[in-house]
């Protein structure tokens, strides 16, 4: 099997300014309009966005038989403020689930109400060896022990009030992408990488002027890391979804960071096994390395659509990222091979 190649640049610079937009659930609109500008672009694709805020795009096919879709999601882990506390800092609430240690030392930036974007760091509320010692290493990590320092002058609720901050502000932790040997090592791969990777394979097959063998709907999600991204915005005549999102590096896993994995199995429980099954036989017919794995802690869109009553078969496929929902990274060799395995779908 003859696939269109991949502009392996492009796809980096695609990926590196998704990356540097931030976008935790619930204030995703910047990324949406940014994968959005990307697509138009592409020649013949349609796109509309759907109530909920997320993106549907419309790749025409061959045939309309039997339509497919994919799915990623822009959105990722973030906070929103909880409580400007008296000493002008602020307690976080989680958006999304991840440990409070993984974003220690953090720069962050405060989507201010009054429209004002206020950088700060995420620090213990006992950080300091000179001052706390012992409990800078013993404290457990949690809501009640972590806290924003704005970078502005406040010792009181009223200053950070005055900065324009109010409860419900959303908080937005820094990637710090960086590119070095075909790695890229960011916060938020998940899943900025799975967009990366469905967008690289559209644009390789639009410049080659090739067409999918049935239309295909790509949703870019924007509620995934809380459970129901893709409950809504598939459309109904849809017959299979194939998710595109991080595959989980780690002791015991068979996934890693120069594969694509395809995920038979995780939380939710297994996979449509012929969809699978189909992914496999196209891996194999394009040459294309990867691994099959089950995942312990993992949910995915696919579900959020079972669970919402979409009848569809599902199946899940995407690059391998290490340290997942932590400092994460993954490298180029992952997403090629997820975009070409997208390609070898979208063709076959
Ligand atoms: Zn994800």
Known sequence: MQLPKVNEKEMLAFLTGLLNTPSPTGLTEPAIRYVEQAFADLVGVTMKRTRKGALLISLPGQRQDAPRALTAHVDTLGAMVKEIKSNGRLALTQLGGYAWNTIEGEGCTVFAHSGEKVRGSILLTTPSAHVHAAQVSETKRS???????????????????????????????????????????????????????????????????????????????????????????????????????????????????????????????????????????????????????????YGSDGEAYWRAGGDVAVALIGPGVDASHNYERTHTDALLATAQWVMAYLLN
């Open 143 to 297: 809501a009640e022990t972590m806290e924003v320092r704005l970078d502005a002058r406040t010792e009181s609720e009223a200053d950070t009030r005055a900065l324009g901050i109010e409860v419900g502000d959303y908080v937005a932790f820094d990637p710090r992408v960086e590119v070095v040997n075909g790695f890229v090592r960011s916060r938020h791969l998940d899943d900025k990488a799975g967009v990366a990777c469905i967008f690289a394979a559209a644009q390789a097959m639009n410049r080659a002027g090739v067409k999918p063998l049935q239309t295909t709907y790509v949703l870019i999600s924007n509620y995934e890391e809380v459970g129901h991204g893709a409950a809504a915005g598939i459309p109904a005549e849809v017959q299979e979804l194939v998710a595109v999102d991080m595959a989980a590096v780690g002791g015991g896993q068979t996934s890693d960071e120069f594969h694509s994995t395809l995920c038979v199995k995780d939380s939710g429980g297994p996979y449509h096994h012929g969809l699978s099954e189909r992914l496999r036989s196209l891996a194999d017919e394009a040459g294309i390395a990867y691994h099959v794995d089950t995942y312990p802690y």
